[in-house]
């Protein structure tokens, strides 16, 4: 029996066996990710048992084996890139992607790092004694099952196995289907440094990219996945964030800004301005709009439009900024003040005031970081007081805001929320509580 279906504006027709092999499909897909999901709550059940030197011991070697068998991952990575190029793919999108010998290095060092920090599990958050003679502990325990869905960072899948092993979870990574070759060659390695250390492989868990679905089987497999983060633009996050019936950490983009005060030093701001922007503008640390105090614009934004243009960054101004800034600025249109880039643009204004500054970082930011530069401590003060960012930067790059410039390693995400966890998150933030409580043969009277 033929069906004709409407798609857009085309008719076409559907074999109904094709409907009932899509369908049979889509429930082998689903079985798919819950039984991984039961095989990671068994291995969580192992890992949560660990003392802290045989997950250290783990990760070091992880961290050993990501070196050596960097060849294979590289020549790996260089097939997700080389798709990438040939689908037309935004640079800042492919730089998220690539991978280096450096860049392998250096996620190798974050394991080593978070195999060197304390492990929050078993740690007593607070204790009392009652008046009855009852004796409380509220200690901190693993999450369990955690389920990160990312887009084309194959950092993430390293950094998102190590912190979780290291606080006793079990992890389903959910990658883009644009770093499946780089993701699988990493997760392999992974998964054998567990074998050769006699810990559970399904503790790491790569699932299928190939279908979106995967992403709702993993989001809705609830009482089987404890959290789900999502970690990507605003799209992903989105879905994720209101289609899950999972309890979700959500992680928000960075439209992030910088604000130069009237007392800033004009060095001193040119300096954070370029790391914050140009140091890796893919990145959602990266600044994306430039606020100006107006007693310092006539000074400031000539020089910070040149240099900004020099470092190859495309200028999108209000029109002072334009007047300013000279031919070379585009005029910002009202979308420019909600964009992150994710590449060498910018917005740009001029603002009356320290107040003007902070309600438009309320009205278009997304409370990931913000910075301020200035000489004056009042206004600094004022202006770490008025943003209710995730991070907020004293004289400082945006740049910063980052879970291993913070001492901890690596990242699981930044979260932009104000529940469970806010900013970047480590270790501790993997974690739940439990409360131990220890009686004599207490009984609670009636009544």
Known sequence: MRRPT??????????????????????????????AARAARDAAAELALLPRGAKDSALRAMADALVERAPEILAANELDVARAEENGTAAGLIDRLRLTDDRVASIADGLRTVAGLPDPTGE??????????????????????????????????VDAAGLTAKSGNAVLLRGSASAERSNTALVGVLRDVLVEQGLPADAIQLLPSHDRASVRHLITARGLVDVVIPRGG???????????????????????????????????????????????????????TLLVHR?????????????????????HG???????????VLAAEDSDWDTEYGSLDIAAAVVDSLQAATEHIRAHGSGHTEAIVTDD?????????????????????????????FGMGAEIGISTQKLHARGPMGLPELTSTKWLVYGDGHVRPAG
């Open 318 to 328: 209000d029109e002072e900024v334009a007047r300013l800034g000279g031919s070379g």
């Open 234 to 288: 605003a799209g992903l996050i989105s879905t994720v964030v209101e289609q899950s019936t999972v309890p979700t950490i959500e992680t928000g983009v960075g439209n992030c800004h910088v604000y130069v005060d009237a007392r800033a030093d004009i060095d001193t701001a040119l300096r954070i301005l370029l790391n914050s922007k140009a140091r890796r503008p893919s990145v959602c640390n990266a600044a994306e």
């Open 124 to 157: 007593v958050v607070r204790g009392s004694v009652l008046a009855n003679g009852l004796q409380l502990q509220q200690v901190r325990v693993p999450l369990g099952v955690v389920g990160i869905v990312y887009e084309g960072r194959p950092n993430v899948t």
């Open 377 to 405: 401590v009042r206004a600094a003060r004022s202006f770490t007081a008025r943003v209710d960012s995730a991070a907020v930067m004293v004289n400082a790059s945006t740049a910063f805001t980052d879970g291993a410039e």
């Open 295 to 315: 007693d310092i614009a006539a000074e400031f934004v000539p020089r910070a439009v040149a240099e900004l243009r020099a470092a190859g960054v495309t200028v």
């Open 6 to 35: 409407r798609l857009g504006c085309v008719t076409t027709s559907i074999d109904a066996s094709t409907d009932q092999h899509a369908q049979a499909s889509g429930d082998e897909l689903r079985e798919q990710v819950r039984a």
